[in-house]
C-alpha cells in the first residue's frame, strides 16, 4: 500500500482542518487542536491500513481532538454564555450575537457539531459530511437536524 | 434558508492560517516524540537546488533537481517511513558539510550514513565506494571486486547509477577502466563539476 509521504497531508489538508477547528472550537484553541490532531496522526500513520480516506481520518482525529477541547473548557464556557449580554459589548450588536452562537455551537454534542459546521461553514452535501465523518448520509442528515433543532431552540429561547 | 441557516454560513472570524508555522511547530514537537522519522531540507549548491533528507539514524537521501521532489518524498515514505516532514533545520549539520565541500574547504564528510534506501549488491558497492578519497578516482569494476564480484563492473555501474546519496557518497569518483568520465545518474555535467572541483579530472 501506498501512504503518500506525512508532509504531503500537511501540505493539502492543514488549512482546511483549521477552519474546521476555528468553528469547532475557537480561534484561539483551533491552532493547539491542529497541532494534537497532526500529531495523533502522525503517531498512528504508519498502522493505517487504508489510504484511501485519508481526508476523512484526519477529521475524524480533529472531530475527538475539538471534542476533547470542548470538554476541557465546559466550565469555561458555562461562564462565557452566562456573561454574554449583548447590550454590554462595544462590538456592533450582531457580531456579539453571532459570537453567542458560535459559543453554543462549539456546546453542541460532537456528532451534531461537526456536521453544522461541515454543512453550513463548508457548505457541504449530506453525503460529503458522511463520507468526512465516517458515517452515513443518512444519519449526516440527522445530526445536522437535531443539532438545528437544538440552536434554534436556545437562540430564540 | 432560515436566518439561523443564513448566520451559521458565516463562519466566526480568526486569524489567517499561517502553514508555515504550523509546519515548524508540528515538526519540532514530532521530533521531540520521536515520531520525525524522515526530515527534509533543500540547499542551493552550485549544481542546482538538492533535496536533503535524514533520520535518527544519518543521512539518507540527497537529490538533484533533476529528480521530481514528489517522486523522491514517496521513495521515501514506502522505502524508510511514511512519517516524513519539512524540517530543514533537522538537516542543518549534512547542509554544513555540503556547503563546505562545495566551498573548497571540507574533503572528508563526517557524516553518519542511513543505508536504507539501499539493499542486495549495491550495499558492497557504495559502501566500497564511500571509501575513495577526494580527489581520486576507481573504476567500476574495483568496485565490484569490493564488493566480492570482480567480473560485475555492470553491475556496479547500474548501483551506482542509483546512489540515493550522491556527493557524500561519491559515485562521482568511479569512472570506466577504458577512459572517460563514464555516466552519472545526476548526469554527465555534474560529474565533471565534481571531478574538476577535487582536481582529479582523469586524462
Redesign the interface.
Known sequence: M???????L??VH??EL??FL??SV??TE??DC??ET??SA??A??RLRDASHLRAWLYTIAQHKATDAVRRNVRHRAEDLDGINPGHLSEPPHEA???E??TR?RALPAKQRAA?IH???F?LAYKEIGLRSGTTEEAARQNVATG?RR??ME?DR | MTELERRLARPPASAPFDARAATTVLAQRATEAGLADVAYGWLDSPLGKLIVAVTPRGLVRIAYEREAEEDVLQELAEGVSPRVLRAPERTDSARRELEGYFAGTLRRFDLPIDWSLVHGFAVGVLKATARVPFGHVATYGEMAASAGSPRAARAAGNALHINPIPIVVPCHRIVPASGGIGGYGGGEDRKRFLLDLEGAFPA
Open positions: 501506498r501512504l503518500p509521504p506525512f508532509q504531503s500537511v501540505d492543514a488549512a483549521h477552519r476555528v468553528a475557537g480561534p483551533a491552532e491542529l497541532q497532526l500529531l502522525l503517531r500513520y504508519p450575537a453571532d459570537e452562537l458560535w455551537v453544522v454543512r453550513f461553514v457548505d438545528l440552536l434554534r437562540v
